[in-house]
């Protein structure tokens, strides 16, 4: 049998945001394989989400089953909340670079986006008095990512803390959005933060099982919030956009959350060995690119120098890329810079990693060297 070859597949792809995918051997034993068999319905499920998933969601972030409502992943997730939360013309404080479908969502239903950029040599931190003046009385959202993506650098708790301070006093009605994605895609040992929610009743945080999990083809995710209101809204708005979750996906995220300490134990320990081999790929080549250590996820923000491209030099290196075989995320997918890119460590297996960054190290070599 011959296999069929995808010409127009990179080599090495580093442009995802994940780490390895899950199989279903991995969730399904015969215990599982049995209970799916014999226990679930392929009928509607509710609007809300199954209720033990939810009260499994609940428990890990210390609110009740009733402030979760699952979503077919976070990206619906963000949908639904520009939806519910936002009229034409109501403003939106938006922190960038960001990820590409949230600013889409707010685009949809005509919001103002008033737009706070974070910068690569402040190393993407945010803070809160660049955000003030953004905020008015007709803010209706403020939406973060803690770890950002691209950038993978989460905002401290302090940080949003004074964020909502601001917020509760110009803009009362308004909600702040947390995506907290990759909140539990540590390296190795380091300590999770804990979740934004308990900051108050307009604080709503988004999530999934496709980064710290490895579950994208799943498409579940989450909304929390604490704003019985909202909450009502958005399960109505979920009912009328896909009624309700897959019987199927909700009982294999339970499986997933069931494992959940081994699953994340595993990939942390990846995601530690491949920021390693990362961060020895930058200082070996320290004299042409930089970089801003992420603090969680599988991704984070590189930079070629300025002293070392010029804006003909920067087009280079990503034809150089190209010609590689070598696939990055640019910035100016996400409002940054286009000699920064997003680089995802986490997906390709190890040693096919190396490989990606010798092939960089040659592409960085040559377009450093030769004319454009």
Not at 268 to 283: F, K
Request: hydrophobic share 45%.
């Amino acid at each position: 049998m011959i296999a069929l070859i995808d010409q127009n597949r990179p080599r090495f792809d580093l442009g995802g945001s994940y780490g390895p995918n899950l199989v279903l051997e991995d969730l399904l034993s015969d215990d599982a394989i049995r209970a799916l068999m014999n226990q679930v319905v392929l009928g509607y499920g509710t609007a809300q989400g199954d209720a033990e998933l939810r009260a499994a969601i609940a428990e890990l972030h210390g609110v009740g089953p009733n402030d979760v409502v699952t979503t077919v992943g976070s990206m619906h997730a963000l949908f639904l909340l520009a939806f519910v939360l936002c009229e034409r013309g109501d403003e939106v404080v938006l922190a960038t670079p960001a990820f590409p479908p949230m600013r889409s969502a707010l685009d949809a239903v005509g919001a103002k986006q008033r737009v706070l950029p974070l910068s690569f040599d402040r190393g993407y931190q945010l803070d809160p008095a660049d955000i003030a003046p953004l905020l008015s009385r007709d803010t209706k959202l403020v939406s973060l990512a803690s770890p950002q993506n691209p950038s993978g650098v989460a905002i401290p708790a302090g940080v949003l803390r004074e964020v909502h301070s601001l917020m509760a006093s110009v803009c009362p009605s308004a909600h702040l959005l947390v995506d907290d994605t990759y909140r539990e895609a540590t390296f190795g040992n380091d300590p999770v933060e804990p979740s934004a929610i308990a900051l108050g009743r307009k604080l709503v945080t988004v999530a999934s099982f496709s980064k710290c999990h490895g579950a994208p083809g799943l498409r579940l995710g989450w909304v929390i919030s604490r704003d019985p209101a909202l909450t009502e809204q958005l399960v109505r708005a979920k009912f009328h956009t896909v009624i309700s979750n897959p019987a199927i996906e909700e009982f294999l995220a339970l499986r997933i959350l069931s494992i959940r300490e081994r699953i994340l134990g595993e990939r942390r320990a990846l995601l530690a060995d491949c920021l390693e081999r990362t961060q020895r790929w930058v200082s070996g080549n320290a004299s042409l690119i930089e970089w801003v250590r992420p603090s969680a996820g599988a991704i984070c923000c590189v930079r070629l120098r300025p002293a070392a491209f010029d804006d003909a030099g920067v087009e280079h290196f990503y034809d150089k890329l190209a010609s590689a075989g070598v696939l990055v995320a640019k910035g100016e997918w996400f409002d940054d810079s286009p000699r920064v890119f997003r680089l995802g460590f986490g997906h390709l297996p190890l040693p096919e990693l190396d490989s990606a960054y010798d092939a960089m190290t040659d592409a960085l070599a040559r377009a450093s060297r030769e004319p454009v």
